[in-house]
């Protein structure tokens, strides 16, 4: 951000920025230092045995790492099919919340129709419900429409957002202008396209970040998908996790349980990094309102 | 006359584009919402594998719920934790997201110190919560450091006292979820024109002004969105303290929520009690976010 | 604190359709009616099970451990993969629902309430259970007799009482079986032991905490020895064990005479640093593991020695062989698994010979015991086990428990159990800590309990 413009003339100005700058470096180191702590004793309770798990908190690692991740492969649970359950799942979610959100966004956003200011306040009210209330009667329904143990039912509904939906018609709000899209349709653009073309790029950093939070949300999901699938193969991380900590006595191992913790987070924090490039560096709209 | 046609079948668009969600919305959630709400006014519950009920009761079960009295306990306790997570956070991230966005402080580093911050959001509340335990055992590296540096002559049991447990829920809560408010903010923020900061700095204007004068009116939709949802987000405040405490909301319920409140009816299939209860906490969170968005928009008029 | 996707926990545990679970539950009562009544004049009478017709035999469980049992030890079972297995022509399915936040039993619930409607290939032939809630699908139609399968008594007259008692309905229909007997006792640390009671010898210290008065006794010489006894949650399922009446009794939550004593000998004990209030399985629980924790014993069945201690780990107690065993103060038990028969299994023989094989034939039972360490539920195979050395335990410093067991075993009496009593007992403890803690009085407490079981289990009252 214009590193190249300092033009502070005045030397109070230069020092009250100066102190300024090491507090917000002091602060930021403390709360990193928080922020990665906890993956620190993740990492060293992954290298633990179940023995030594149950001495408590150090923060030296120990030599079990590899012992554990033999024991987790070679054990009974089929963790790769998991993670790559717990990926598909989480993709498609984040794609359909993002996309069709977006699309229910610029709807209300752009065009004018009668049912337009009931349909925003109907969606916000949908907001509010608390999710545990409908996600009882979910489950039933699941089981109606034969949905029991497939991956529809943990997908599909995330078209229907309301979340995301909010979001994204706060961020049009304060960064899509209308005149944009007249525009477009000046140039010939059909409606349709105009959406995917034009709009969709605009919104990156909103995608980026709903995206997300919608993936970390699927993928750290436990009580609905442990009550929808029920067959070993199909099921995603959180439940081999619950699985592994249910073990029977001869098979219980904390170290397994942390080793799986830790191999489940790899990937979020893998599809989180490629995320937030488009948030802290996106498409800045600047350019496109001057 | 052909203009007007035109924009008609524009507009037309607005409700195609709202089919999926309007679909999506009615088969997966309407019907379940719709039987919610019909069955609050049933007993209708199960013990063990037997079904009682629906039997229409009327109102019988918002009285009874109104009557033991307990509601306001749990509100009250929803609203402390969550008034002592979200402070913090909103201003943690406000801070964040006015240094990042700051020209005249050139921070180093940002790209990392904006990616560690959601960071923790990734792990999932039981895996956190374990290491919680941990670390806030008796025996726990915290109790042993106070007792080392000779804050505490013996342990002190955090989970056992009525503020520490809040304190240590909202901890969780807030560092669970502050990077998440940050990103909301940064990405609103990334919208905003850089030319704008720029040429306030050239006209003399200092960061605290930049913050105020640009910064957070062209924030505000996103800043709506924030309270609004954090404060929906609040009162279902759920999965921290259901975990942190075993379901409990102990000692004697000083941290029990209302959808861990909730929670409890849902053991028995207790549709009737639960229901009622959703009911009153949906017509409780629309008051309350209806509070919250005329304020702001009222202001931004 | 977004509006995020909560963890859906729980909620979801209203699972049922309301028009399903009515239509469900009457008409299993009705096809079942006639099944019990031909039972009823007790279980002496034995019927021939209908042919086997199905070619899926579907398990439910919770975890792997009947299925390595299986896997193990029964005769022409073969693995096809982590969740598949074939008997003979059958395909044996194992569908494993974690326990956390109640998911297995929510599962469950479903699962059999849609038995009848069920597909051929769908329907449960077998569940399991744990002893904690086994009578809320034994006193069901849902669950076979064993008279039913064509298991009589006699079959079973190897087994422990206790074991049956869990899983007898309220007609006196058996409708269980389980190849654990999980019988417990007191597990001491014998240095602590020589320090206070100056002998570790196991019949000896159970002299000094043979009942409750003599226990509080030894536990305040534990407490001035700078040791604590243990946690007030490692005595309770002693006191709760063994109590006079059941927690419901005519529709009203009854808190019994036992468990009140638990409450008042707990917090005289908690007053005196002799007991603290550490959650079973914490980090401060464990401490005792070790010598510095200054731990005077635990209370535990036989899986409690190799899961629960540590003894692979350097510097533990077990390690070096340090503990002890004894009966305490009263006969109880701790954990098991229950093997049922769902009713409408179309493999009833199968599922017969399942039973019959793993928890009557005593090869097999030994071979559990000496392969997986289980306390097996036989009164033969134990006293085999107590009569030779191979029953010696090198984490009890070479003490063979086998007898204290078998001995426990036949003096738990489990008459008293509801079907309440795993929501009771949770509640009971959960409440009871706040008055131990100093954040309630006993008053106090007791009225949470009884809050918290009204919302548990709405048929119940509490005043």
Same mark, same amino acid.
């Given at each position: 951000?214009?590193?190249?413009?300092?033009?502070?003339?005045?030397?109070?100005?230069?020092?009250?920025?100066?102190?300024?700058?090491?507090?917000?470096?002091?602060?930021?180191?403390?709360?990193?230092?928080?922020?990665?702590?906890?993956?620190?004793?993740?990492?060293?309770?992954?290298?633990?045995?179940?023995?030594?798990?149950?001495?408590?908190?150090?923060?030296?690692?120990?030599?079990?790492?590899?012992?554990?991740?033999?024991?987790?492969?070679?054990?009974?649970?089929?963790?790769?099919?998991?993670?790559?359950?717990?990926?598909?799942?989480?993709?498609?979610?984040?794609?359909?919340?993002?996309?069709?959100?977006?699309?229910?966004?610029?709807?209300?956003?752009?065009?004018?129709?009668?049912?337009?200011?009931?349909?925003?306040?109907?969606?916000?009210?949908?907001?509010?419900?608390?999710?545990?209330?409908?996600?009882?009667?979910?489950?039933?329904?699941?089981?109606?429409?034969?949905?029991?143990?497939?991956?529809?039912?943990?997908?599909?509904?995330?078209?229907?957002?309301?979340?995301?939906?909010?979001?994204?018609?706060?961020?049009?709000?304060?960064?899509?202008?209308?005149?944009?899209?007249?525009?477009?349709?000046?140039?010939?653009?059909?409606?349709?396209?105009?959406?995917?073309?034009?709009?969709?790029?605009?919104?990156?950093?909103?995608?980026?970040?709903?995206?997300?939070?919608?993936?970390?949300?699927?993928?750290?999901?436990?009580?609905?998908?442990?009550?929808?699938?029920?067959?070993?193969?199909?099921?995603?991380?959180?439940?081999?996790?619950?699985?592994?900590?249910?073990?029977?006595?001869?098979?219980?191992?904390?170290?397994?349980?942390?080793?799986?913790?830790?191999?489940?987070?790899?990937?979020?924090?893998?599809?989180?990094?490629?995320?937030?490039?488009?948030?802290?560096?996106?498409?800045?709209?600047?350019?496109?309102?001057? | 006359?052909?203009?007007?046609?035109?924009?008609?079948?524009?507009?037309?668009?607005?409700?195609?584009?709202?089919?999926?969600?309007?679909?999506?919305?009615?088969?997966?959630?309407?019907?379940?919402?719709?039987?919610?709400?019909?069955?609050?006014?049933?007993?209708?519950?199960?013990?063990?594998?037997?079904?009682?009920?629906?039997?229409?009761?009327?109102?019988?079960?918002?009285?009874?719920?109104?009557?033991?009295?307990?509601?306001?306990?749990?509100?009250?306790?929803?609203?402390?934790?969550?008034?002592?997570?979200?402070?913090?956070?909103?201003?943690?991230?406000?801070?964040?997201?006015?240094?990042?966005?700051?020209?005249?402080?050139?921070?180093?580093?940002?790209?990392?110190?904006?990616?560690?911050?959601?960071?923790?959001?990734?792990?999932?509340?039981?895996?956190?919560?374990?290491?919680?335990?941990?670390?806030?055992?008796?025996?726990?590296?915290?109790?042993?450091?106070?007792?080392?540096?000779?804050?505490?002559?013996?342990?002190?049991?955090?989970?056992?006292?009525?503020?520490?447990?809040?304190?240590?829920?909202?901890?969780?809560?807030?560092?669970?979820?502050?990077?998440?408010?940050?990103?909301?903010?940064?990405?609103?923020?990334?919208?905003?024109?850089?030319?704008?900061?720029?040429?306030?700095?050239?006209?003399?204007?200092?960061?605290?002004?930049?913050?105020?004068?640009?910064?957070?009116?062209?924030?505000?939709?996103?800043?709506?969105?924030?309270?609004?949802?954090?404060?929906?987000?609040?009162?279902?405040?759920?999965?921290?303290?259901?975990?942190?405490?075993?379901?409990?909301?102990?000692?004697?319920?000083?941290?029990?929520?209302?959808?861990?409140?909730?929670?409890?009816?849902?053991?028995?299939?207790?549709?009737?009690?639960?229901?009622?209860?959703?009911?009153?906490?949906?017509?409780?969170?629309?008051?309350?976010?209806?509070?919250?968005?005329?304020?702001?928009?009222?202001?931004?008029? | 604190?977004?509006?995020?996707?909560?963890?859906?926990?729980?909620?979801?545990?209203?699972?049922?359709?309301?028009?399903?679970?009515?239509?469900?539950?009457?008409?299993?009562?009705?096809?079942?009616?006639?099944?019990?009544?031909?039972?009823?004049?007790?279980?002496?009478?034995?019927?021939?099970?209908?042919?086997?017709?199905?070619?899926?035999?579907?398990?439910?469980?919770?975890?792997?451990?009947?299925?390595?049992?299986?896997?193990?030890?029964?005769?022409?079972?073969?693995?096809?993969?982590?969740?598949?297995?074939?008997?003979?022509?059958?395909?044996?399915?194992?569908?494993?629902?974690?326990?956390?936040?109640?998911?297995?039993?929510?599962?469950?619930?479903?699962?059999?309430?849609?038995?009848?409607?069920?597909?051929?290939?769908?329907?449960?032939?077998?569940?399991?259970?744990?002893?904690?809630?086994?009578?809320?699908?034994?006193?069901?139609?849902?669950?076979?007799?064993?008279?039913?399968?064509?298991?009589?008594?006699?079959?079973?007259?190897?087994?422990?009482?206790?074991?049956?008692?869990?899983?007898?309905?309220?007609?006196?229909?058996?409708?269980?079986?389980? @190849?654990?007997?999980?019988?417990?006792?007191?597990?001491?640390?014998?240095?602590?032991?020589?320090?206070?009671?100056?002998?570790?010898?196991?019949?000896?210290?159970?002299?000094?905490?043979?009942? @409750?008065?003599?226990?509080? %006794?030894?536990?305040?010489?534990?407490?001035?020895?700078?040791?604590?006894?243990?946690?007030?949650?490692?005595?309770?399922?002693?006191?709760?064990?063994?109590?006079?009446?059941?927690?419901?009794?005519?529709?009203?939550?009854?808190?019994?005479?036992?468990?009140?004593? @638990?409450?008042?000998?707990?917090?005289?004990?908690?007053?005196?640093?002799?007991?603290?209030?550490?959650?079973?399985?914490?980090?401060?629980?464990?401490?005792?593991?070790?010598?510095?924790?200054?731990?005077?014993?635990?209370?535990?069945?036989?899986?409690?020695?190799?899961?629960?201690?540590?003894?692979?780990?350097?510097?533990?107690?077990?390690?070096?062989?340090?503990?002890?065993?004894?009966?305490?103060?009263?006969?109880?038990?701790?954990?098991?698994? @229950?093997?049922?028969?769902?009713?409408?299994?179309?493999?009833?023989?199968?599922?017969?010979?399942?039973?019959?094989?793993?928890?009557?034939?005593?090869?097999?039972?030994?071979?559990?015991?000496?392969?997986?360490?289980?306390?097996?539920?036989?009164?033969?195979?134990?006293?085999?086990?107590?009569?030779?050395?191979?029953?010696?335990?090198?984490?009890?410093?070479?003490?063979?428990?086998?007898?204290?067991?078998?001995?426990?075993?036949?003096?738990?009496?489990?008459?008293?159990?509801?079907?309440?009593?795993?929501?009771?007992? %949770?509640?009971?403890?959960?409440?009871?800590?706040?008055?131990?803690?100093?954040?309630?009085?006993?008053?106090?407490?007791?009225?949470?309990?009884?809050?918290?079981?009204?919302?548990?289990?709405?048929?119940?009252?509490?005043?």
């Amino acid at each position: 951000m214009a590193a190249n413009n300092s033009k502070a003339g005045q030397t109070d100005k230069c020092a009250s920025v100066h102190v300024r700058r090491v507090i917000a470096y002091i602060v930021l180191i403390l709360i990193s230092f928080l922020c990665l702590f906890w993956f620190y004793v993740l990492f060293i309770n992954a290298t633990r045995s179940n023995a030594e798990l149950g001495g408590g908190f150090t923060p030296v690692p120990s030599n079990h790492f590899i012992e554990n991740w033999t024991n987790l492969k070679n054990g009974t649970l089929p963790i790769f099919n998991g993670m790559l359950n717990s990926l598909i799942i989480s993709v498609l979610t984040a794609t359909l919340a993002t996309y069709f959100s977006t699309m229910t966004a610029y709807a209300i956003h752009a065009y004018q129709f009668k049912a337009k200011k009931f349909m925003f306040t109907f969606i916000l009210m949908v907001m509010m419900i608390p999710t545990q209330v409908t996600a009882l009667g979910f489950i039933q329904l699941i089981g109606k429409m034969g949905l029991d143990n497939t991956a529809i039912p943990l997908i599909v509904p995330a078209i229907a957002s309301p979340a995301v939906f909010f979001y994204m018609k706060q961020y049009m709000d304060s960064t899509l202008p209308l005149s944009l899209i007249e525009a477009a349709r000046i140039d010939g653009s059909g409606e349709f396209k105009t959406f995917n073309q034009i709009v969709l790029p605009l919104m990156k950093p909103a995608i980026a970040v709903q995206a997300i939070f919608s993936f970390v949300a699927s993928w750290n999901n436990y009580f609905t998908p442990a009550l929808v699938l029920h067959e070993d193969k199909k099921k995603t991380l959180p439940i081999l996790i619950a699985q592994l900590r249910a073990a029977d006595w001869l098979k219980f191992d904390m170290g397994q349980v942390y080793m799986m913790i830790a191999f489940s987070i790899f990937p979020v924090i893998i599809v989180y990094l490629i995320l937030s490039r488009h948030i802290v560096s996106g498409v800045t709209l600047g350019s496109v309102k001057g | 006359m052909n203009k007007k046609s035109k924009v008609v079948r524009y507009n037309k668009w607005g409700y195609i584009f709202l089919i999926p969600f309007i679909v999506t919305y009615v088969v997966f959630q309407l019907v379940p919402l719709v039987s919610t709400v019909y069955n609050s006014f049933f007993e209708n519950y199960r013990s063990g594998l037997t079904q009682i009920g629906p039997n229409f009761v009327g109102l019988q079960n918002y009285v009874t719920i109104i009557q033991n009295g307990d509601l306001p306990t749990y509100f009250a306790n929803t609203m402390i934790m969550w008034v002592m997570c979200f402070v913090p956070q909103i201003i943690i991230s406000l801070l964040l997201g006015a240094w990042f966005t700051d020209p005249s402080l050139r921070l180093k580093c940002q790209q990392f110190f904006k990616t560690v911050i959601y960071l923790p959001n990734l792990i999932m509340a039981s895996a956190f919560a374990m290491l919680f335990f941990t670390l806030f055992a008796d025996s726990g590296p915290i109790n042993s450091m106070l007792m080392q540096i000779g804050v505490l002559d013996e342990a002190y049991k955090f989970m056992s006292n009525v503020w520490s447990v809040r304190t240590l829920i909202a901890t969780m809560n807030c560092l669970m979820w502050f990077g998440n408010t940050t990103i909301l903010l940064m990405a609103g923020m990334m919208g905003i024109d850089t030319s704008l900061f720029e040429a306030a700095q050239v006209d003399g204007a200092t960061a605290t002004q930049i913050f105020y004068r640009i910064t957070l009116p062209l924030l505000k939709p996103i800043l709506v969105y924030v309270m609004i949802t954090s404060l929906i987000g609040g009162l279902q405040l759920f999965d921290v303290p259901q975990i942190l405490t075993n379901g409990t909301g102990d000692p004697m319920r000083s941290s029990m929520t209302l959808i861990m409140y909730l929670n409890k009816h849902l053991y028995s299939k207790n549709f009737g009690l639960g229901g009622a209860l959703s009911v009153i906490l949906f017509i409780v969170t629309g008051i309350l976010s209806l509070i919250v968005y005329k304020i702001t928009v009222k202001e931004e008029d | 604190m977004k509006k995020r996707v909560i963890s859906f926990l729980a909620i979801a545990t209203m699972t049922a359709s309301m028009f399903a679970a009515c239509g469900g539950a009457d008409t299993a009562t009705e096809t079942t009616g006639t099944a019990s009544d031909a039972a009823e004049g007790g279980s002496s009478e034995v019927a021939t099970p209908a042919e086997d017709t199905g070619t899926v035999l579907n398990i439910q469980c919770w975890n792997e451990e009947f299925k390595s049992r299986v896997t193990d030890h029964y005769p022409g079972y073969e693995e096809v993969d982590a969740t598949h297995g074939k008997i003979g022509d059958v395909d044996v399915v194992w569908n494993i629902t974690p326990s956390d936040d109640n998911a297995y039993q929510n599962h469950l619930d479903e699962a059999l309430l849609n038995q009848e409607n069920a597909s051929a290939d769908d329907k449960v032939d077998i569940f399991l259970v744990e002893a904690d809630y086994a009578l809320k699908y034994v006193d069901q139609p849902y669950t076979m007799t064993m008279a039913d399968l064509g298991i009589s008594d006699s079959d079973l007259s190897d087994q422990y009482k206790y074991t049956q008692d869990i899983v007898t309905d309220s007609n006196g229909n058996l409708k269980g079986s389980s @190849w654990q007997a999980c019988s417990a006792g007191l597990i001491y640390n014998r240095e602590a032991a020589k320090e206070v009671l100056g002998t570790d010898d196991p019949t000896e210290v159970q002299a000094a905490v043979a009942d @409750w008065d003599k226990y509080n %006794e030894t536990a305040a010489k534990v407490a001035d020895a700078g040791y604590t006894m243990c946690s007030v949650n490692d005595t309770y399922r002693v006191y709760s064990n063994n109590v006079s009446g059941k927690w419901v009794q005519d529709g009203k939550v009854v808190v019994d005479k036992n468990i009140d004593k @638990w409450v008042d000998d707990s917090m005289a004990l908690v007053e005196s640093k002799a007991e603290d209030t550490d959650d079973l399985w914490g980090d401060d629980w464990g401490k005792g593991k070790l010598p510095e924790g200054k731990v005077f014993c635990y209370f535990g069945p036989a899986w409690f020695f190799n899961f629960s201690l540590d003894a692979d780990k350097e510097g533990t107690i077990a390690n070096k062989g340090g503990w002890g065993f004894c009966e305490g103060p009263q006969s109880y038990y701790w954990g098991g698994t @229950w093997i049922c028969a769902a009713t409408g299994t179309d493999n009833p023989n199968l599922v017969k010979d399942i039973i019959l094989t793993m928890t009557t034939d005593k090869t097999v039972l030994k071979d559990i015991a000496q392969k997986d360490s289980d306390c097996v539920n036989s009164k033969s195979v134990l006293a085999e086990l107590a009569a030779d050395d191979s029953g010696n335990l090198d984490i009890l410093g070479g003490q063979n428990p086998y007898e204290q067991l078998a001995a426990g075993a036949e003096g738990i009496d489990l008459s008293n159990l509801s079907a309440y009593d795993q929501g009771c007992n %949770e509640e009971f403890q959960n409440a009871m800590k706040n008055y131990f803690e100093g954040n309630a009085t006993k008053d106090e407490a007791l009225d949470m309990f009884k809050k918290a079981i009204v919302e548990k289990y709405p048929d119940v009252t509490a005043e």
